[in-house]
């Protein structure tokens, strides 16, 4: 077998070179495929994120699954996921980055199966749990080995396929899940969401051994237990409030975590920097040093921010404020899908010219993209279609390729070889907290917003109800106690952290004409309520790209230079 060895820095030295090309009578003729298979990879984690949520209402019927254990299925591989990235990271720079992919992948693969065949709901939330940690062990290994492999001139085309291949499994991902589930909300149609995993995941295995030259970071000795602990502990009370926050209401024990988070996060990197120079720290701090990353990951961060807190609020307001099917709701998303990954295609040509550049254009395009958006909203309301909203979304789709994969090519662009592992690591770290936070900000603005705007949704609906209920033969005094029965549902229902969920006490009991009435009512109103709100909240949207681009300025001009010395050995 083949393997790389990365030239290591010397020790305590404050620089780092940057990711030497390796000779060209060197190159791995079979890179591009081995490209393919963890370009898989990459795919089916990203697409297991969102896939599960239109799933949701069939796995609940099921299982007979209470919301805590729904909400699990979703939080579990989230947090998982985001936890061990960086330990992920750091075990690919330790054991070889081609082994742990395949570890991964195998342990990604059989979690899905135990997914697929699950018989209860804790057996579902314990195997999504090991899904997210398995991701996380294969995830970092798909930049480390784009980092390692191909020289600096091919990695602006390869990070252009990164950056459509996110694109497309972001996006598609309800999509997907909708064509699996169709109209089955009771059967077991939901297990294939999982067990399509297995015959993709088999495939990219067999490819990935024959195909992907190891490679590992020199000297790496063992891993770096305490600030593996440490930084654990300090993400994990981190992320577990944001994701369980909006559901739990918010309680004392959430800000409590958050608030203990960042002490452990200090204390993490004290201890890395107490560690020795012969040692083999979890994060190579240094890296902070190299503009690019610093900078970059942090615009990354806000970046992401922006992008699940979109597809979250605007998921529910079309399948739950203008009932749409999973299906349609994911078909109304393939115009962004497309533009997508043709800019991130382009974006290989036009990033070497225009550098940081590149960055602002594309979110200077996504922040008109979401005006367009908020726009359409305003005019079409509760009429709103696909159709009218194709423009917009191939605007948006459009920034949104342009910005991933030139992004990821500065960010690592100077990252030594020897910690290709570690940045990965704490990249996509950066990108699952700066996804968590948005959705949790954006959550708690959004809920807010359908509480508050409840009320002037019951009042456009009320004249109409109360005609209906007339000609129904309904007495005054019992239809004004109807509605206004009505109407406390409403506003418990406009402002339950789960939509979905039934409402104690308000189960619709009446039939015929007068049941349609507020059946009819209660969807307009919800309607117009949950327009109105994302019309609003799609406002952060444009502050967090608006910023993205604004701190692209902060960028270096130019990548940094490779310096050479990389040492192959077979």
């Known amino acids: 077998m083949t393997e790389t060895t990365e030239a290591a820095s010397p020790p305590g030295s404050g620089t780092q070179p940057a990711t030497p090309a390796p000779p060209a009578s060197e190159l791995d003729p079979r890179r591009w495929l081995a490209l393919a298979s963890v370009m898989t990879g990459l795919f089916m984690v990203l697409l297991d994120v969102s896939i599960v949520n239109v799933a949701i209402p069939a796995i609940r019927s099921n299982l007979a699954a209470n919301n805590a254990d729904i909400q699990f299925v979703v939080a579990g591989y989230g947090l998982a996921y985001a936890v061990l990235l960086i330990t992920g990271g ?92 169709r109209n089955d909300i009771t059967g077991g149609s939901w297990r294939w969401i999982f067990l399509v995993n297995l015959p993709i995941g088999i495939a ?56 203990i988070s960042p002490l452990m996060l200090v204390l993490f990197i004290l201890y890395e920097r107490s560690l020795p120079s012969t040692r083999f720290p979890l994060v ?50 393939i115009p962004w899908s497309l533009a997508s990954a043709v800019a991130s295609a382009m974006s290989t040509r036009v990033a070497p010219r225009l550098g940081k550049y590149t960055i602002a254009i594309g979110s200077v395009l996504l922040v008109v993209g979401m005006l367009g958006i908020i726009a359409t909203l305003h005019l079409a309301g509760t009429g709103v279609t696909g159709w009218v909203l194709i423009p917009a979304f191939v605007v948006s789709g459009l920034g949104l390729g342009t910005v991933i994969a030139p992004l990821l090519n500065i960010i690592l662009a100077g990252v030594p070889g020897r910690d290709a592992g570690s940045a990965s690591g704490v990249l996509t770290t950066f990108q699952q907290l700066g996804g968590a936070i948005g959705v949790a900000v954006v959550g708690v603005v959004f809920f807010g917003l359908l509480s ?80 109105t709100s994302v019309e609003r909240i799609l406002f952060f949207n444009v502050g967090f790209w608006a910023l993205t681009g604004i701190l692209s300025m902060l960028l270096p001009r130019a990548r940094p230079k490779p310096v050479a010395g990389a040492v192959h050995a077979a």
Not at 248 to 254: C, D, L, N, S
């Open 90 to 181: 750091r075990l690919g720079d330790i054991f070889g980055r081609k082994r742990l992919f395949i570890i991964g992948m195998s342990g990604f693969v059989i979690a899905s199966a135990l997914c697929g065949l699950a018989q209860s709901a804790i057996m579902l939330d314990l195997s999504r749990v090991l899904q997210g940690a398995m991701a996380a062990m294969m995830y970092p290994q798909v930049l480390s080995v784009i980092q390692v492999t191909f020289p600096p001139q091919e990695r602006a085309r390869v990070f252009g396929f990164v950056g459509a291949v996110i694109g497309i499994a972001t996006i598609t991902g309800p999509l997907v899940g909708g064509l699996i589930i």
């Open 204 to 259: 990219a295995l067999i490819a990935a051994t024959r195909l992907i030259t190891e490679s590992r970071a020199p000297n790496a000795t063992r891993l770096d237990m305490g600030g593996f602990v440490l930084s654990t502990a300090g993400i994990l009370l981190l992320v577990y409030p944001l994701v369980e926050g909006q559901v739990a209401g918010w309680p004392a024990w959430t800000f409590i975590c958050m608030a």
């Open 284 to 333: 190579q701090l240094s890296l902070f040093r190299i503009r690019s990353f610093s900078v970059g990951v942090a615009i990354s961060a806000i970046f992401i921010a922006g992008i699940p807190a979109f597809f979250f609020t605007f998921s529910l307001m079309l399948q739950v404020g203008l009932g749409f099917s999973a299906l349609n709701a994911g078909l109304t998303t």
């Open 452 to 531: 508050s705007r409840a009320p002037a949704a019951i009042n456009t609906v009320t004249p109409q109800l109360q005609t209906q209920l007339a000609a129904a033969n309904v007495a005054p005094p019992e239809a004004q106690g109807d509605i206004s029965h009505f109407t406390v549902c409403f506003k418990k229902e406009a402002s339950a952290s789960d939509p979905t969920a039934p409402i104690p006490g308000c189960t619709q009991k009446e039939s015929g004409p007068v049941g349609t009435a507020f059946a009819s009512a209660a969807q307009s109103a919800l309607g117009r309520d949950f327009v």
